[in-house]
């Protein structure tokens, strides 16, 4: 059974046995996961570590499984990248929450999906290591980073690997916190960012070929 399969069949009030299949493909990815990122902020404790396994586990299960069932693969071993996401916002929601504690405000100091960003080269399938794929996606990026920016360029590029690369859906996208957009809105985002950077990948092959 493959990954999206397995997925599938969890969603679909999957039967014990697949549910510990799950467990047993999956569970290395969130602790690596949840270990990572309590280390990034400078905390050592199994304990907490397995608590935030346990949160990324009732987050996939909440709201009769949506975040699964709404997963929609874009190219193989995408779940990988997607339960990486869910996980890292889990653990960043428990320690932005003792932040908020401890300092009194609300506002997160980073993006989740910042910092997803900023790992995508880790963070990748073993299936995304080619050469070509590495030559294509830093292509993109550099389109990317020439259009026009704004105070929400950032966020935009994020959304844009987020949805091309992980395989989130635009109404999972709208959902993660710092995002602060409806479904609409992301696939407005997606729409604009794939337009700019078709335009300037062509323009950018008109130029090698004269």
């Known amino acids: 059974m493959s990954a999206e399969e397995?997925?599938?069949?969890?969603?679909?009030?999957?039967?014990?046995?697949?549910?510990?299949?799950?467990?047993?493909?999956?569970?290395g990815v969130i602790a690596a996961v949840a270990f990572r990122t309590t280390t990034r902020w400078g905390v050592s404790s199994p304990a907490l570590v397995d608590d935030l396994i346990q949160e990324t586990y009732l987050k996939i299960c909440a709201d009769r499984k949506r975040m699964l069932s709404e997963f929609t693969p874009r190219h193989p071993e995408a779940f990988y990248g997607y339960l990486k996401v869910i996980a890292t916002n889990v653990a960043h929601d428990y320690f932005r929450a003792q932040h908020s504690q401890k300092r009194g405000s609300g506002q997160p100091e980073s993006s989740t999906e910042e910092e997803v960003w900023q790992q995508q080269d880790e963070s990748a399938?073993?299936?995304?290591?080619?050469?070509?794929?590495?030559?294509?996606l830093r292509e993109v990026d550099e389109a990317l980073c020439s259009v026009p920016s704004s105070q929400d360029?950032?966020?935009d590029r994020a959304i844009f690997?987020?949805?091309?690369?992980?395989?989130?859906?635009?109404?999972?996208?709208?959902?993660?916190?710092?995002?602060?957009?409806t479904a609409k809105g992301v696939e407005s985002v997606i729409y604009r960012l794939t337009q700019a950077v078709r335009?300037?990948?062509?323009?950018?092959n008109s130029t090698l070929s004269e």
């Not at 399938?125 to 294509?136: F, V």
């Not at 335009?199 to 950018?204: S, T, V």
């Open 153 to 155: 360029a950032k966020r």
């Open 199 to 204: 335009e300037r990948l062509a323009e950018r």
């Open 125 to 136: 399938s073993p299936s995304e290591g080619d050469a070509q794929r590495k030559i294509l």
């Open 161 to 181: 690997f987020l949805y091309y690369r992980y395989g989130l859906t635009a109404p999972a996208i709208a959902r993660l916190p710092s995002v602060n957009l």
């Open 6 to 27: 397995l997925v599938r069949a969890c969603a679909e009030n999957g039967s014990a046995a697949e549910w510990e299949e799950f467990v047993r493909r999956f569970h």
